[in-house]
């Protein structure tokens, strides 16, 4: 078989080991950072002729604030803040570690520092491919279950990158979780320069830290929501519209015209909720989705 795909592995024995996926025709490549979570690192895409970089991009793992920690991470197994980690569950009372000690709330699961095993890599004609999966081999804090979730990520000849993720209840009881994504995508020049759209459903409130309140306000459905993002300050919730197979979500940077395409699946136990959320450095083209 001759293929234009490589896929290399670099540092492979440091804490910031990468496997970077990339196609020879165009340089187009990502990524992947298998000891950090199995978290996509960098995303450099064919756009206006040239080479675009699409996720901001760590160069180390020497985090020093909480949005390095979580930049392009999974969350597992849960997404966003659950207020000082309390949860019931069957009548019971968990207590999960809080690990954003400034708000009292455990936020984003636990799976973002751990070690991912490589399980294979793929390469045709057509793309190039990794998959890596991590199990639980203990109980953690608060969280009483057995699992095993697997994470692929594909590079296609389009230039598309596909991110697929399988989760395997391996305890005697119903596995409870949910499954996410962080990533800061950069586009434009600064995050003024942005605009996004998108077809919701409604807005879920939040309260003063950050945790739902049960509260929604409907959406108008007739037409996507969109707006820019010049200052504009968001820490948004949003359950979008299910009608399809995918959602999109489009961020545009007004300055270059250049267009970001985010899809994702949608309908009964998909991904059905966008974060909205501009980190405080403005001048940077950053949004996380």
Known sequence: MNSHFQINSINENSDFHQLVIKNTNTNEYISILPKLGARLNAAYLKAQG???????????????????????ALLFPFAGRIRKGLYNYHNHDYQLPINYAEEENACHGFLYKQEFEVISKNISTQFAEVELSYS?????????????????YRLNENGEVIISTTVENTSKVQLLFSNGWHPYYKLGKSVEDLKIEFKGLEKIELNEFNVPTGNRVRLNIDKPVAFE???KILDDVYQLQSENDIHEIILTSKSTGLVLNHYQQAGPDKYNYLVLYTPPERNLSLIHI
Do not use: A
Not at 57 to 63: G, P
Not at 137 to 146: C, I, R, T, V, W
């Open 50 to 72: 040239k080479l675009v970089p699409v996720v901001v991009e760590l160069i180390n793992s020497d985090f020093k604030t909480n949005n390095q920690l979580f930049n392009n």
């Open 229 to 231: 993002m010049e200052n």
């Open 136 to 152: 639980s081999l203990k109980d953690y804090q608060g969280y009483p279950f057995g699992f095993k979730i697997e994470v692929s």
